[in-house]
């Protein structure tokens, strides 16, 4: 197998997580498939934890070679980092409109997107990296790309606009998911286990 | 081994949880034993599932012959049921301020709690039980009582006091925990799985 034949399932259902990872898959000659399973997400604080055994639930219920979990949260200082790793079901359940309500207008509005990305193989070779974007919480919702809390989030570099606002692209310069995909990437290039 | 021998094993380490458990077990003349595990919580929206592999992940971790864990969670109608199966993290992370935060003074405050109890045993035997209590928030938080959101939850019978302002007594009569915990005695006083 050569470098640019390394296939890794992103197991998600996700679709706008899928094609943030696969952007950055691309830039590293990787293949990265979806694999569209019911995520195993125990509850946590840590977002590694949750996302190794994500991942090592869905490489159990697949049978792929190698398999990626990632897990992200948002994580807004003047809530104590709520919504944290919960804030898929919070974007469910309060929406944008919700945080924004939680958060008075004198309060600090610094934020930061956190997410893990964990590996796990047939060869039980596990890893997890993770990435980190600071920001503030805007004060009203802007832009209608991405997903999740993407409209109210605006990253410390990136001109003052939302993530909402920005195409995938221009999103991977900076956010937390495409640091740690990226870290993952050259992780498996570098070592790139047990590939024959 | 009689009747009143009957020991369960109540995984958690809830002092609140497991004083609650305790005053119900007794009217049923069972023994009911804390064992202080950290809890092995899994997210969904159904605390029915979340109590079950909790359940079967303490008997796992323990030696005990027969283990109970539960699951609680807040519903605010006019939130979508949030915060639900996340209630202990939204408490530590926005408490009961955050709640009244979020509902404007003019949503509908209809609320519940609900409770699953769920059994294991060595024989492989398990259940589950639930209990809910209809309710409303409170404009403010009132009592020093009982934990968690009790200060800002009104139940419909109860004279109009949250349950932070009754005892444990007062409070098992209508709640949600005292509930499933006596379902879950009655079945198992009834069916007494395994005692010879």
Tied chains: 1, 2.
Excluded at 113 to 118: E, G, K, L, P, T
Excluded at 121 to 133: I, L, N, P, R
Excluded at 162 to 171: G, I, L, N, R
């Amino acid at each position: 197998m050569k470098d640019d034949e390394l296939i890794v399932c992103f197991a998600t259902k996700n679709e706008g997580k899928y094609h943030e990872a696969a952007c950055v898959a691309a830039e590293f000659g990787i293949t990265i498939t979806q694999l569209s399973l019911e995520k195993h997400e125990i509850q946590s604080d840590d977002l590694r934890i949750i996302a190794s055994v994500a991942a090592q639930h869905a490489f159990q219920a697949s049978s792929v070679e190698r398999v990626v979990a990632e897990d992200a949260g948002f994580f807004v200082e003047a809530l104590n980092g709520f919504p944290g790793p919960y804030s898929a079901y919070a974007y469910r359940k309060i929406g944008v409109d919700g945080i924004l309500k939680l958060l008075q207008v004198n309060d600090r509005r610094n934020a930061f997107f956190a997410s893990a990305v964990a590996y796990y193989d047939k060869w039980k070779c596990s890893a997890c990296f993770e990435g980190t974007v600071q920001g503030r919480v805007s004060l009203l919702p802007k832009g209608l790309l991405g997903f999740g809390f993407d409209p109210i989030f605006i990253p410390c570099e990136g001109g003052g606009r939302t993530f909402a606002e920005m195409e995938t692209s221009e999103k991977n310069k900076f956010s937390h998911r495409a640091q740690a995909f990226s870290k993952f990437f050259k992780w498996i290039k570098t070592n790139h286990p047990h590939n024959d």
